[in-house]
């Protein structure tokens, strides 16, 4: 929602890159992609590194229900680009490189933070090391724990589990 006030966005981003910061962006919202067309394709080519947009977001972006092309359209002006489709998996693209991840099956109570807690993890992977598909697999573990709770303050054992995921995520043959 930074991007409403667009001087400090500006301001905040350019800092960012000087410092040697890598940036990313979650779109926040349909209205942000709306209000913000104008000046986005800039901000994205030259001063973020990652984006994240769910599907309605990623609508707004491209005018197309097709999450593919809305990957491909972000990819344009991003090098690393994420498309969550929800229950239904996510589009990661990274580079040329292209690849669906699915999503995990859960019985979902609440959304509230499964994007933020998503994008975390696919942060925490692609930081640690992990190659986009694994990151998103991480993501994806993440998010899904979230929306079986009420709020987004995942319980200790959960993130317990979730550590054992990553271990076992590592181990996964390259």
Not at 7 to 31: H, N, P, R, Y
Not at 52 to 61: D, G, I, L, S, V
Not at 154 to 171: A, C, G, H, S, V
């Amino acid at each position: 929602y930074l991007l409403f006030n667009r001087e400090l966005a500006l301001k905040t981003l350019k800092a960012a890159k000087a410092a040697g910061c890598t940036v990313s962006l979650d779109l926040a919202s349909f209205e942000v992609v709306n209000a913000n067309k104008d000046v986005l394709p800039e901000l994205l080519g030259a001063y973020v590194d990652m984006v994240f947009a769910n599907e309605e977001e990623a609508k707004a972006w491209c005018n197309s229900d097709d999450p593919e092309e809305a990957l491909k359209s972000l990819a344009e002006h991003c090098n690393t680009v994420a498309v969550k489709l929800g229950a239904e998996g996510a589009w990661v693209q990274q580079g040329d490189h292209k690849v669906f991840v699915d999503a995990h099956s859960v019985n979902a109570v609440d959304t509230t933070g499964a994007g933020d807690l998503w994008a975390s993890g696919f942060l925490y992977g692609l930081l640690s090391g992990l190659s986009p598909e694994k990151s998103a697999k991480l993501a994806s573990k993440v998010g899904a724990e979230v929306v079986q709770i009420m709020g987004a303050s995942i319980p200790e054992q959960t993130w317990d589990d979730i550590r054992e995921f990553l271990k076992n995520l590592n181990k996964e043959l390259k």
